[in-house]
């Protein structure tokens, strides 16, 4: 197995209640000091939001590390385009997006130079990306595409941008951690954050926690992420991933919640080798080289940053979200109800 030192410690001390995490509370002191002197300066008028001519929707998290806000997006996109809308995604790039000006992101841009996921949601989403870390840019650049609603990837804590709606996605199997502020817990902003969204979502089931639960906790909306088949990035195979039941495989991921991913594989009967990567790590063929014919798996976010000359051996994982009906359909009615009422005030 290989993993990250740096990240064993963090998890450790982040979500394993290791006490090495106090070390770091008086960074976290500062860094609570630095969240409030910016919600008082756009409290009082300060510092100024800005509103796009189209309404807004920001998925993000409270938490640093994955919490399947990506397919998240890619859901609440294909929601929107199947009741008639023409959704753009907003990004600020993280991973790569090197310009500092508004870049249209297309399926086949570089991810080194946009970043993975932006190029991800880009070739599975069908609809307009940007990327520009000042997001209100973004935002203009893709009303004059012609879209009329905006979907911001992040930005929960990006306050410039106005918005309508806000969804924030939680972790099942982590939490909110320890419940500290960066950098001693996880935290961006404090849980309290999370009675001001309009919705939180769970990614699988919420994990029993020593710490009280908010009141929009307790009433969020699980989803789960599945997968049904594995692609050759070479794009000569999709294979039932049924069908690997059984056998061994590397599972590689540079992602933010490295064990979601190899547990997912797990589920289905798959042997594990653990390689863990950075957090959006620019990976390359020779990181893939273990010594042995096994194939080598990986999520899709990973794979956009290899290309498709690749050996019959590499494999992705693409993954969707599934929610209850029941659960599902007055979210997007709300959410649709929202939009609607933006645009007839724009």
């Avoid at 849980?191 to 994990?207: C, F, I, M, P, T």
């Avoid at 994982?317 to 649709?336: C, K, S």
Wanted: aromatic share 8%; glycine share 8%; proline share 5%.
């Amino acid at each position: 197995m290989s993993t990250s030192p740096v990240y064993n410690w963090i998890h450790r001390a982040w979500y394993d209640g290791a006490p090495s995490g106090w070390l770091l509370l008086p960074l976290s002191g500062l860094y609570w000091f630095v969240l409030s002197t910016r919600k008082f300066l756009y409290t009082c008028g300060v510092m100024k939001t800005c509103r796009a001519a189209v309404p807004v929707i920001v998925v993000g998290n409270l938490t640093a590390g994955g919490t399947g806000k990506t397919p998240t997006v890619l859901w609440l996109v294909k929601e929107l385009q199947s009741r008639g809308f023409k959704p753009g995604i907003v990004s600020r790039g993280y991973g790569g997006s090197k310009s500092n000006s508004s870049m249209r992101v297309e399926s086949d841009t570089d991810p080194a130079i946009a970043g993975d996921e932006p190029v991800l949601l880009a070739r599975r989403s069908g609809c307009p990306v940007v990327v520009d870390p000042d997001r209100v840019r973004a935002a203009a650049m893709l009303v004059e595409d012609g879209v009329d609603v905006i979907v911001a990837d992040d930005g929960l804590q990006h306050h410039r941008l106005a918005r309508d709606y806000e969804i924030c996605v939680i972790d099942g199997s982590r939490g909110l951690g320890n419940r500290r502020l960066l950098p001693s817990g996880p935290l961006r902003e404090s849980a309290e954050r999370l009675e001001s969204v309009e919705q939180v979502l769970v990614n699988g089931a919420l994990r029993g926690s020593e710490y009280e639960l908010t009141t929009a906790e307790q009433n969020a909306i699980s989803f789960e992420l599945v997968a049904s088949e594995a692609c050759r990035l070479n794009g000569s195979l999709a294979r039932p991933i049924e069908r690997f039941a059984g056998t061994t495989v590397h599972a590689v991921a540079a992602i933010g919640n490295p064990r979601r991913f190899f547990d997912l594989l797990r589920s289905h009967d798959i042997q594990v080798i653990e390689h863990v990567f950075a957090d959006h790590a620019a990976l390359a063929p020779r990181d893939l080289e273990f010594g042995d014919d096994f194939n080598v798996f990986m999520t899709e976010k990973d794979a956009v940053k290899l290309g498709r000359h690749t050996k019959d051996k590499l494999w992705y994982v693409p993954v969707e979200l599934t929610m209850e009906p029941v659960l599902a359909a007055p979210l997007i009615e709300q959410i649709e109800s929202r939009v609607r009422a933006g645009q007839r005030a724009a």
